[in-house]
Nanobody, 114 residues
Framework: VQLQAFGGGLVQPGGSLRLSCTAT????????????MDWYRQTPRRQREFVAF???????DYAEFAKGRFTASRDNAKNMGYLQMNNLKPEDTGVYYC?????WGQGTVVTVSS
């Protein structure tokens, strides 16, 4: 299974970004639909930390700092996951990763700066 997060970039404080995560090489279509997708980030100040979680049925969970600003979602037909990030802050700067079970993708860099 290969996961790839993309959609990062440079955004001003208060701006928005939508990260995407694609899953390829799944042994069967049920892997994606039966696996939750987590988002983590590595920031300059902190070790890798949990950001959000989404199941294929729409159940979500968020770190405290993400509640009310970030939204995790899934498109099972496309084997895609998304992380909509609004009202971004400089402290959100970091490398964002998507994971499913033991699989981690390469991260995408988010920079929030004026």
């Amino acid at each position: 299974v290969q996961l790839q997060a993309f959609g990062g970039g440079l955004v001003q404080p208060g701006g928005s970004l939508r990260l995407s995560c694609t899953a390829t090489g799944t042994a069967s279509g049920s892997f994606f639909s039966n696996s939750g997708m987590d988002w983590y980030r590595q920031t300059p100040r902190r070790q890798r930390e949990f950001v959000a979680f989404a199941t294929s049925s729409g159940t979500t969970d968020y770190a405290e700092f993400a509640k009310g600003r970030f939204t995790a979602s899934r498109d099972n037909a496309k084997n895609m996951g998304y992380l909509q990030m609004n009202n971004l802050k400089p402290e959100d700067t970091g490398v964002y990763y998507c994971t499913m079970r033991q699989y981690w993708g390469q991260g995408t860099v988010v920079t929030v700066s004026s």
